[in-house]
């Protein structure tokens, strides 16, 4: 009984859906009442350049609409589009200045079989800012890979005039020119719109750009991966102890024309003076790189390791000044007691060497009363050499020693 009752009114609810589906049908079709609804227009902004002439430049003038409020059947305003409307707004017609103005709105064209209840009130809101030009560098930006074995150059390319509103002309920085290289195995010729860009790469919209596109050549040539040779200059003394020069990198990989770099099998650097790399475990030279020819991922130095056949150091040390050939008739004092000295030698030498091993003396055999300049001995050890030292000589004052029992006049 009760699943009788729960189909008895599914049954009521689609006819009552199809009773009143008959009945819009029925007033759209036969009665066809007249209604009114909004539609929303674009406006094309006119004279835009006869403003520019005054150096001034609308901020977004290309994305402006009103709202139309249309009156007519139910039919027609049912069909309406916004491309049955030709809407403009003349700024050659107003008197407009730096920042926000209202300007009218004319309706130009509209279908015949609706009315416009409001095109006595119609108006856009234009923003002007001052109108700013500038040349901008154009970037070459490359999308993809090329074909294995290939490189794809970027052409240089002169900087571009772009133009607009002064606060979106200052944050643009580059004009990028993007272009995608996947599997390029042969020259390029393209034609790239130029997109403005700000310092994060961001589009920067209300920019015109003159041109907005260029034709380009990107050539792409032939990989070939060569060695490095190291140049260096005749060691003139033995301090370096240089043994050998070796690239860290020892290949790099060039590119350019096939008649040209099929010739070239290494990359030579620069001369290397080996005086200059003593106590350096790693330089930085610069490559001596053909015209025409390209580094490939890498920069035009290489990194070099230094090898000694002894590696040489350098060492301070502290050295007691002792006294050698005392005179007994005198007592002496020294203004110093120590000197500081710089050695150096190989490496398991100096490591291994002490203030102790170093005899540093001054000779009082020749000294007279008052005071002496006497000069320092320093003796070194085998395979040890003297740098430097903080002073060359003391001052030695003496006294004639008093005899006990005697005057001494």
């Given amino acids: 009984m009760d699943q009788k009752v729960k189909d008895h009114q ?40 006869l403003v520019a002439k005054s150096d001034l430049v609308p901020i977004e003038g290309d994305n402006l609409t009103v709202t139309l409020t249309i009156r007519g059947s139910a039919s027609d ?153 190291v140049k260096s200059g005749i060691q003139q003394n033995n301090q370096g102890n240089v043994k050998s020069l ?25 001369y290397v003076d080996l005086n200059k790399v003593y106590g350096k475990d790693t330089i930085e030279v610069k490559l001596v790189v053909p015209k025409g020819v390209i580094l490939v991922n890498s920069s035009d130095t290489v990194k070099l390791k230094v090898n000694f056949n002894n590696k040489s150091i350098q060492k301070q040390l502290s050295l007691n000044i002792q006294t050698i050939n005392d005179n007994s008739k005198y007592s002496v004092n020294l203004d110093a007691n120590k000197v500081d000295i710089v050695v150096s030698g190989e490496e398991n030498v100096i490591n291994n060497l002490k203030a102790e091993d170093i005899k540093c003396s001054v000779d009082l055999s020749s000294i007279v009363e008052g005071e002496n300049s006497i000069p320092l001995n320093i003796s070194l050890p085998d395979g040890v050499t003297k740098v430097s030292q903080s002073i060359s000589s003391v001052k030695v004052t003496a006294k004639k020693k008093v005899l006990e029992g005697k005057n001494v006049n």
């Fill in 10 to 49: 599914v049954i009521i609810k689609i006819c009552c859906v199809i009773a009143s589906l008959v009945l819009w049908l029925y007033i759209f079709n036969v009665e066809n009442p007249m209604r009114e609804t909004h539609i929303v227009v674009p406006v094309q902004v006119l004279n835009k350049d």
């Fill in 77 to 229: 305003t049912y069909s309406i589009k916004p491309s049955d409307f030709k809407l403009v707004s003349d700024l050659n017609s107003y008197a407009v200045k730096k920042g926000e103005n209202k300007i009218p709105v004319e309706v130009k064209s509209s279908p015949s079989n609706i009315r416009i209840t409001n095109n006595d009130n119609l108006w856009v809101k234009i923003t002007l800012d001052d109108l700013k030009r500038k040349t901008v560098p154009v970037k070459m930006i490359f999308d993809g890979n090329t074909k294995s074995g290939f490189y794809a150059f970027k052409p240089t390319i002169k900087e571009k005039e772009i133009s607009g509103p002064k606060e979106s002309v200052e944050r643009v920085k580059y004009l990028a020119a993007r272009y995608n290289i996947k599997d390029a195995s042969k020259d390029i010729n393209a034609n790239i719109q130029l997109q403005p860009l700000d310092s994060s790469g961001v589009i920067v919209k209300n920019v015109t750009v003159n041109p907005s596109s260029l034709k380009v050549t990107i050539p792409v040539k032939k990989i070939k991966t060569v060695s490095v040779n």
């Fill in 246 to 270: 070796v690239p860290i990198e020892d290949k790099m990989d060039i590119a350019g024309e096939e008649d040209l770099i099929s010739n070239i099998n290494s990359l030579d650097t620069e």
